[in-house]
């Protein structure tokens, strides 16, 4: 017990002491409450900020495997598109052809009736007259005797065959001609040849020479062959000569030299596979493209 002067009281030392340990209880426990609730505070900040994090990342992600996935199904449309171009074009080339086959068949099957033996190509682009049909004398490019009538034959019976086959010039009627949007043919090459003998500088003029001949006794006997045009408006029959270069029989015998003295026609189609292989390699380039720019996104 203790005496106080102000009062003239005892006052119980025990109870001042119980206050003071009550306050001092009080006040750590609300510095606890309050630390606790700072450390909630920070680590939900912590977790919002992490959240917020993975969420920008995942979002980018997304955008990344979206861009990637419009890419591809970009590409894979165009490629599409392009397998389908190229498969018409085959069909097209397939078509083509099969009517030059159809062609050169006719013409063989109706100057083999007129008595004239003529050969398709195992190619079967070329339509061969042998020997037995249009021979050259050696080092000579005239048309004498049997070759210059059996040469008129050939003009009767393209002038029959080949309309069919053929674009017809605006000016004439199409009555036996095919129609722009159809396989026709492009070129009907009369092709000079020679043999081994003599100069080679020669020979090239010799063959360009055979093939000229040809051509000027084909169409004096059957003019309307210059008719006969192609999609761009041309003529289609054309010369060419290869001197020596293309034998058929290279033993080397007199014999082998009168099968190379010969003429040859090269039937060509009006068609154009290299517009495929374009269509190909411009699909290809932007596919290379769009594999690079994805690459880049993701590094």
Same mark, same amino acid.
């Given at each position: 017990?203790?005496?106080?002067? *102000?009062?003239?009281?005892?006052?119980?030392?025990?109870?001042?002491?119980?206050?003071?340990?009550?306050?001092?209880?009080?006040?750590?426990?609300?510095?606890?409450?309050?630390?606790?609730?700072?450390?909630?505070?920070?680590?939900?900040?912590?977790?919002?900020?992490?959240?917020?994090?993975? +969420?920008?990342?995942?979002?980018?992600?997304? #955008?990344?495997?979206?861009?990637?996935?419009?890419?591809?199904?970009?590409?894979?449309?165009?490629?599409?598109?392009?397998?389908? %171009?190229?498969?018409?074009?085959?069909?097209?080339?397939?078509?083509?052809?099969?009517?030059?086959?159809?062609?050169?068949?006719?013409? %063989?099957?109706? !100057?083999?009736?007129?008595? !004239?033996?003529?050969?398709?190509?195992?190619?079967?682009?070329?339509?061969?007259?042998?020997?037995?049909?249009?021979?050259?004398?050696?080092?000579?490019?005239?048309?004498?005797?049997?070759?210059?009538?059996?040469?008129? #034959?050939?003009?009767?019976? !393209?002038?029959?065959?080949?309309?069919?086959?053929?674009?017809?010039?605006?000016?004439?009627?199409r009555l036996a001609c095919?129609?722009?949007?159809?396989?026709?043919?492009?070129?009907?090459?009369?092709?000079?040849? +020679?043999?081994?003998?003599?100069?080679?500088?020669?020979?090239?003029?010799?063959?360009?020479?055979?093939?000229?001949?040809?051509? %000027?006794?084909?169409?004096?006997?059957?003019?309307?062959?210059? #008719?006969?045009?192609?999609?761009?408006?041309?003529?289609?029959?054309?010369?060419?000569?290869?001197?020596?270069?293309?034998?058929?029989?290279?033993?080397?015998? *007199?014999?082998?030299?009168? #099968?190379?003295?010969?003429?040859?026609?090269?039937?060509?189609?009006? +068609?154009?596979?290299?517009t495929g292989l374009e269509?190909?390699?411009?699909?290809?380039?932007?596919?290379?493209?769009?594999?690079?720019?994805?690459?880049?996104?993701?590094?």
């Open positions: 017990m203790t005496y106080h002067e *102000a009062t003239g009281e005892f006052v119980s030392e025990r109870s001042s002491d119980a206050h003071g340990d009550d306050e001092n209880y009080f006040i750590s426990m609300t510095d606890m409450m309050v630390g606790m609730l700072f450390i909630f505070i920070i680590m939900l900040m912590s977790f919002a900020l992490l959240f917020r994090q993975q +969420t920008d990342v995942q979002v980018a992600k997304t #955008k990344l495997q979206s861009t990637k996935i419009e890419v591809a199904e970009s590409v894979g449309r165009e490629l599409d598109e392009t397998e389908k %171009r190229i498969r018409k074009r085959l069909d097209e080339i397939r078509e083509a052809s099969a009517l030059r086959l159809r062609l050169l068949t006719e013409v %063989r099957d109706q !100057l083999s009736r007129e008595g !004239l033996s003529v050969e398709i190509s195992p190619s079967g682009d070329v339509l061969r007259l042998t020997e037995a049909a249009v021979q050259f004398p050696v080092n000579n490019f005239a048309l004498l005797g049997d070759a210059k009538k059996n040469v008129g #034959k050939i003009a009767r019976v !393209l002038a029959r065959v080949l309309p069919g086959y053929s674009i017809c010039p605006r000016s004439r009627a095919r129609s722009s949007d159809q396989a026709s043919v492009e070129t009907v090459f009369i092709e000079g040849h +020679t043999d081994e003998t003599g100069n080679d500088d020669q020979n090239w003029s010799l063959s360009a020479q055979r093939a000229a001949s040809t051509y %000027r006794e084909l169409t004096a006997i059957a003019p309307e062959l210059r #008719k006969l045009i192609n999609r761009r408006d041309e003529e289609i029959l054309s010369i060419s000569g290869y001197s020596s270069t293309r034998p058929i029989d290279p033993s080397g015998t *007199a014999v082998a030299w009168g #099968k190379n003295r010969r003429i040859d026609l090269r039937f060509v189609m009006d +068609t154009d596979p290299s269509e190909v390699q411009a699909l290809l380039q932007k596919m290379r493209t769009a594999i690079q720019e994805l690459k880049g996104r993701s590094e």
